[in-house]
């Protein structure tokens, strides 16, 4: 009896189960399931899937020819919002998506800002929503770095000081 070779296995960030690696009697079934790690997203299979669902984590296939398939796994995307009415962020203000774990590096420059008789003082920074415990949840720095471990938004805060001008008349 004619037998096929199944040869399953997973890239970086989660692993295969079911049907081992080996030969296999024509027509008969193997199944394996692809599992990702922890903040890894399953993203499909590749190689010889015939015309199976490849976004599907479990696949059955049909021993009808030699089949080498791989799961493929990548890290989470997280929100990263960035929030300053005044100075110059880097990165600008605005929304930002990057892989869990990333380490963000964040500046505010141009502070104080002054518009006419109005100047804008940095004050402090805010972080909410971030789970990495090593970073604190607000400072006064004008530089913040910080390990993304889920969505999150930095502010940026000010106080407002006004020009008060007085002229003695004599």
């Known amino acids: 009896a004619t037998k096929y070779q199944?040869?399953?296995?997973?890239?970086?960030?989660?692993?295969?189960?079911?049907?081992?690696?080996g030969w296999y009697d024509t027509s008969s079934?193997?199944?394996?399931?692809?599992?990702?790690?922890?903040?890894?997203?399953?993203?499909?299979?590749?190689?010889?899937?015939?015309?199976?669902?490849?976004n599907n984590p479990v696949i059955s296939l049909v021993m009808d020819q030699a089949r080498t398939i791989q799961a493929n796994f990548e890290l989470v995307q997280l929100s990263f919002t960035i929030a300053a009415a005044q100075?110059?962020?880097?990165?600008?203000?605005?929304?930002?998506?990057?892989?869990?774990?990333?380490?963000?590096?964040?500046?505010?420059?141009?502070?104080?800002?002054?518009?006419g008789g109005t100047q804008y003082v940095f004050t402090t920074w805010?972080?909410?929503?971030?789970?990495?415990?090593s970073a604190n949840a607000s400072g006064t720095d004008t530089n913040v770095v910080l390990l993304l471990t889920n969505t999150a938004t930095l502010t940026w805060n000010f106080d407002t000081d006004y020009q008060f001008i007085a002229a003695a008349v004599g």
């Open 6 to 21: 199944f040869n399953a296995s997973a890239s970086a960030g989660g692993s295969v189960s079911g049907a081992a690696n």
């Open 29 to 54: 079934s193997v199944t394996v399931t692809a599992a990702p790690n922890p903040n890894f997203l399953f993203v499909g299979w590749i190689g010889d899937v015939g015309g199976e669902d490849t």
């Open 87 to 115: 100075g110059t962020p880097s990165p600008a203000a605005g929304g930002y998506s990057y892989a869990y774990g990333t380490t963000l590096t964040n500046w505010l420059y141009g502070v104080p800002v002054v518009d």
């Open 126 to 133: 805010d972080l909410v929503g971030n789970l990495d415990l």
